[in-house]
Every structure is written in C-alpha cells, then in structure tokens.
C-alpha cells in the first residue's frame, strides 16, 4: 500500500514545476517565444506576398497568350476555307464548348457551315434489339437514295449518314449525287427514329468535323462506353468516305491515364488512320487551327495525326 506521504510529496512536485513554468513563461522564456511567433508571422506574411506576386504574373501572362490567341487565329485560318461547306458533327458527349469554338472558327476561315448534326446515344446502343431497329432503318433509307453498297448493319446506316450529309462534288453549280427530297427523307427517318438530332443540313457538305465527347473512363476492357468507340471512329471514318475529307476532334486530357477516346480508337485503327485525320486538343487555340489546316489536307488527298497524345504525328499540321 503506497504511504498517503508519497501522494503529498508527488502533488507538491507537480505543483513546483507549474510554478516554475508560469514564473518562466512569464519572465524569462517570455521574450523567446513572444520573438518566434513574431518571426513566423512576419515570414508566412513574406510567403503571402510572394504567391500573389506569382499568381498575378501568371493571371497577366494567361491574359497575354490569350489575347495572343485571339489575334493569331483568325489571321492564322482566315479564308482556308472559302467556298467550302462543312458540316459539323457532334458525337454523343461531345464537349458543347468544343463544338461552338470549332463553329466560330470555322466561320472565320471562311466555311459555310452546316450543323451541328448531333448523333444519338441510339447510334451505339449494343442491345439486339436496337441493333436490329438500326439495321432495319439503314435498309430501308438507303433503298430510298439509291444507294449501291455491299454494307450492311451499322455500317450500312454510317454510309447511309454520309449520304445525306456530304458529297465528294466540288463544283458549287454541279447536282449533288443524292437529290435534295431524298435526302431530306432520309434526315427526317434518321430523327424519327432518334439516331440523330439538330436542324436538316439543307446544303451537303463536301467536308465535315466530327467533334468526340472529351474522355470515356474504362475501368474494364468490356464497359459499354469502350466499346461505342471504334464504332462511333467507323462513323467518323465513313464520313470521310462520304466527302471530301473529314477531321475527327476532341479536348483530349494528355495526363489521363485510365481512359480512352474515340481519337485513340481512330488512331489504333490502321485503315481509319491512313485516311481520317485527327486533333486531339481542339481546346487550345493551336488545336482549332490545326482543324482547319487538317481540313485543307484533306481537301487536297493529304491527311495526319495532330496533336499532345499518343499517335500523334505532330503537334499541328504544316501551313503550306
């Protein structure tokens, strides 16, 4: 049994030390600490002061290149494009930012524009029931234009969008291949049956953009959203066919790493990628005029692979 003594003498311990500190704190050790914390203020205030330093010359230097930007790209892609119709299209998902500055900048280089046409979630829909809807629709649309293909399926519906959409004639007073009643019909069943949507491209294009949705993540080999994408790079690939020439884009993020897009299935497609171009960081000034130097190419048989990612050729097209 611990003596009640112990017990007086460990309380007056304590009670010594407490003392002793207040008489410290309050005297001596006093100054010190007063001097520390005075010092740490004074540098975390120096710190402050010197991130706002570097936030305002870096907000002075984003309001430079961007003012930069906004001069540079319209002389950059000013008439490329006159007396050239393109259509626009936007792929489900498809960034709406993305779309309206490919317009705007389309326009500046003169295009005239047709769209946006956008594509259903329908289009990629992988149930058989849907399959089999989209395969009766392209049958019968493309009894309709007259068209001669060996194509069936999803494939057959791709050629029959191309169809009402584009044509390879280049020459503004020559008919198009698909006359305009035809054509209208074939918009109108497309809509009805909700593959597509936006106002009837009354005049066909001779060149399109398709615009892809930003990212699709793939936390498995067999998720949905990775398999739309080859068939959505096909769609891309048969409106290349369809026209002139075709330019596949998106705002693709160049540091994801567990994601795929439909850039990277056009890419890894060997036939796609030997006819289709694409731009894979239409969010940047240097990607919109890279559309519209790519467009170029392709109206004159040339294409390329533009952009940050992987499979890119280089970061924009040649001007020549």
């Known amino acids: 049994m611990i003596d009640f003594r112990y017990h007086l003498v460990s309380l007056a311990s304590v009670l010594i030390a407490l003392a002793i500190g207040?008489?410290?704190?309050?005297?001596?050790?006093?100054?010190?600490?007063s001097e520390s914390?005075?010092?740490q203020v004074v540098q975390l205030r120096a710190e402050k002061q010197d991130l706002r330093t570097q936030l305002d010359a870096a907000n002075s230097s984003i309001d430079t290149h961007?003012?930069?930007?906004?001069?540079?790209?319209?002389?950059?892609?000013?008439?490329?494009?006159?007396?050239?119709?393109?259509?626009?299209?936007?792929?489900?998902?498809?960034?709406?930012?993305?779309?309206?500055?490919?317009?705007?900048?389309?326009?500046?280089?003169?295009?005239?524009?047709?769209?946006?046409?956008q594509i259903g979630e329908k289009w990629t829909d992988t149930s058989e029931a849907a399959s089999s809807e989209r395969a009766g629709v392209a049958t019968t649309i493309a009894g309709a234009l007259g068209l001669r293909t060996t194509a069936t399926g999803d494939d057959l519906l791709n050629d029959v969008l191309g169809a009402t959409l584009?044509?390879?004639?280049?020459?503004?007073?020559?008919?198009?291949?698909?006359?305009?009643?035809?054509?209208?019909?074939?918009?109108?069943?497309?809509?009805?049956?909700?593959?597509?949507?936006?106002?009837?491209?009354?005049?066909?294009g001779s060149?399109?953009?398709?615009?892809?949705?930003?990212?699709?993540?793939?936390?498995?080999?067999?998720?949905?959203?990775?398999?739309?994408?080859?068939?959505?790079?096909?769609?891309?690939?048969?409106?290349?066919?369809?026209?002139?020439?075709?330019?596949?884009?998106?705002?693709?993020?160049?540091?994801?790493?567990?994601?795929?897009?439909?850039?990277?299935?056009?890419?890894?497609?060997?036939?796609?990628?030997?006819?289709?171009?694409?731009?894979?960081?239409?969010?940047?000034?240097?990607?919109?005029?890279s559309i519209v130097w790519a467009l170029v190419e392709q109206a004159a048989g040339r294409v390329g692979q533009y952009g940050l990612l992987s499979g890119a050729r280089a970061v924009f097209p040649s001007a020549g």
């Open 207 to 289: 060149l399109a953009v398709v615009i892809g949705a930003p990212e699709v993540k793939v936390p498995t080999a067999t998720s949905t959203g990775a398999q739309s994408l080859p068939s959505l790079a096909a769609l891309a690939g048969a409106l290349d066919a369809a026209g002139t020439g075709a330019v596949l884009t998106a705002q693709i993020d160049p540091k994801a790493t567990d994601s795929t897009s439909v850039i990277a299935a056009a890419r890894g497609e060997s036939a796609l990628r030997q006819r289709l171009s694409t731009v894979d960081d239409a969010g940047s000034s240097i990607g919109q005029i």
């Open 22 to 33: 207040i008489v410290l704190g309050a005297g001596p050790l006093k100054e010190g600490i």
């Open 166 to 204: 584009l044509t390879k004639v280049t020459d503004a007073t020559a008919e198009p291949a698909i006359p305009e009643d035809r054509r209208r019909a074939s918009w109108d069943a497309l809509r009805t049956a909700g593959l597509v949507a936006g106002d009837y491209p009354s005049t066909p």
């Open 66 to 117: 961007q003012s930069f930007d906004k001069t540079v790209l319209p002389a950059a892609v000013a008439g490329r494009l006159a007396d050239r119709t393109v259509v626009v299209v936007a792929l489900p998902n498809a960034d709406s930012g993305v779309t309206t500055s490919s317009e705007d900048t389309l326009g500046a280089a003169g295009a005239s524009l047709q769209g946006p046409v």
């Open 37 to 39: 914390l005075n010092s």
